[in-house]
């Protein structure tokens, strides 16, 4: 073959592959949720993160830097002490919040914030002991390297796995998305550690020379929605595209998910991202949306409180707002729907402990709504 000829078939066999096409959403309308919102807690600024305490009181983070407790009628408590200080300023401040899967034993509280310091600010991860109304022996566990000058694209989720260990996912702090491709940087990763911040023996990069050790996969844009499935303890993240090129994933350890070599979406000034839509050696996402929907949390439904919604999972759209429900088959959605289209920019969505789902509402006098089905 000569030189003319082996460029020829290189080029040819590079197109294709630039082409792949991963489903996309059907944008579908609106539809009636069988569901009623009621308002649990109101004057909320800009929460985040929600989760259940096991006495049926819940943990708030507002962005601006404080942790509540709102109580069973919805009373706001004074915020707690002890939260780190946080970078409040574009996207950033303080952001999710998780219990540990041994709270009953530990009380330990994990939150998710912006860290300002050396360089700018970054994602990081404190947790400490809930005691009346603070958090005590609080330590940093994790810290998004490096700090970058950018008030946006943090992130960021915290998600336990079965075996303990906590998924945290990050942003490509917008300005940033050159170091998402390299793995001596966690900007744009989904990051795996253990629960006192070790790094798990079985990452997919600890032996990696150059690779951060607790990178779990790369090539995200903004992750603003994580959730476990239940049945198979897989992961499954959301995040946001440029325009047109919001993403459903299922990470596996050490793949890459593109950014921003690949990607459905453009930017916003109309202009190509990257190369295409696909290249060999990144994974396609499972589902994306164009027109995208914004997605924050997410959560798999596993209660009998409305009838066909379990096994679904549910995600918060921030724009154009409302809840979008994914029946999937496997690793495929089957169906999207979606619902409350007037009811705001859905920051979080939680399953309660009365097999209710919650949704947190982003607004600088936010609140949180329960869906109560209707009779
Ligand atoms: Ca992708």
Do not use: C
């Amino acid at each position: 073959m000569n030189m003319r000829n082996a460029v020829f078939v290189a080029a040819v066999a590079f197109i294709p592959m630039a082409q792949a096409q991963a489903p996309r959403s059907p944008t579908p309308s609106p539809v009636d949720a069988p569901v009623t919102a009621q308002p649990v807690a109101t004057g909320l600024v800009h929460p985040w993160g929600l989760v259940f305490l096991p006495d049926g009181r819940m943990l708030v983070t507002e962005r601006p830097g404080r942790l509540r407790i709102v109580d069973k009628d919805g009373k706001l408590s004074a915020p707690l002490s002890g939260v780190p200080d946080v970078y409040a300023r574009g996207q950033g401040g303080l952001l999710d919040v998780a219990l540990s899967p041994r709270f009953a034993s530990d009380q330990l509280v994990y939150l998710s914030f912006s860290e300002p310091g050396e360089g700018g600010a970054g994602t990081a991860v404190a947790r400490g002991r809930l005691a009346g109304n603070g958090l005590e022996q609080v330590q940093v566990i994790w810290r998004q390297t490096p700090k970058v000058e950018s008030p946006n694209h943090w992130g960021s989720r915290l998600e336990f796995g079965q075996d303990g260990t906590l998924f945290v996912t990050t942003g490509d702090r917008f300005r940033f998305r050159e170091r998402v491709q390299d793995l001596g940087s966690t900007i744009g990763k989904v990051v795996r550690i253990n629960a006192d911040g070790s790094i798990p023996s079985d990452n997919p990069f600890v032996k990696r020379e150059g690779a951060r050790p607790e990178i779990w996969s790369y090539g995200h844009r903004n992750l603003q929605g994580a959730a476990l499935d239940p049945a198979s303890g897989q992961l499954w993240t959301l995040e946001h595209g440029a325009r047109g090129g919001d993403e459903l994933n299922r990470p596996q350890p050490g793949r890459n998910y593109g950014w921003p070599v690949i990607t459905y979406g453009v930017d916003y000034s109309g202009l190509r991202i990257g190369e295409g839509t696909a290249r060999a050696g990144m994974e396609q996402p499972v589902y994306y949306w164009d027109p995208v929907i914004a997605p924050s949390g997410a959560v798999f439904y596993t209660a009998d409180a409305y009838p066909g919604w379990k096994g679904s999972l549910f995600v918060g759209s921030l724009s154009p707002g409302g809840l979008v429900r994914l029946a999937l088959e496997g690793d495929q959605v089957r169906r999207e729907e979606r619902y409350l289209a007037d009811i705001g920019r859905v920051r979080d969505v939680v399953q309660g402990p009365d097999g209710l789902l919650y949704l947190l509402i982003d607004a600088s006098n936010g609140s949180i709504q329960r869906l109560v089905p209707r009779r």
